[in-house]
């Protein structure tokens, strides 16, 4: 990861480049007559951000409980806040 400082998500705003680390909460895959993009919501407590990873209908060691940092470009869709394919890294949990 970069040195870009963690922000909570309840800070972040459009075309900002964040940091940010939560909970993964909810996942989505797209079905297999679409195109591929598997969607990650995170949620750190003060808000929740969607990770679309286009071109994956999966991410290995990204579950439901699992937690990440992720980097970005936050772009707004629909009132969503959303990170399209961010650098991510795994939080080992104890």
Same mark, same amino acid.
């Given at each position: 990861?970069?040195?870009?400082?963690?922000?909570?998500?309840?800070?972040?705003?459009?075309?900002? /480049? +964040?940091?940010? =680390?939560?909970?993964?909460?909810?996942?989505? %895959?797209?079905? @297999?007559? *679409?195109?591929?993009?598997?969607?990650?919501?995170?949620?750190?407590?003060?808000?929740?951000?969607?990770?679309?990873?286009?071109?994956?209908?999966?991410?290995?060691? /990204? +579950?439901?409980? =699992?937690?990440?940092?992720?980097?970005?470009? %936050?772009?707004? @869709?629909? *009132?969503?806040?959303?990170?399209?394919?961010?650098?991510?890294?795994?939080?080992?949990?104890?």
């Amino acid at each position: 990861m970069t040195v870009t400082p963690v922000v909570t998500i309840a800070e972040v705003a459009p075309r900002e /480049i +964040v940091h940010v =680390a939560g909970r993964v909460v909810a996942i989505q %895959v797209e079905p @297999s007559d *679409a195109p591929p993009a598997f969607t990650v919501r995170l949620d750190d407590g003060t808000g929740r951000i969607d990770a679309v990873f286009m071109g994956r209908r999966e991410v290995p060691g /990204i +579950v439901p409980g =699992a937690r990440l940092h992720l980097e970005g470009r %936050v772009c707004e @869709s629909e *009132a969503l806040k959303r990170l399209y394919n961010p650098r991510y890294e795994l939080v080992p949990t104890a």
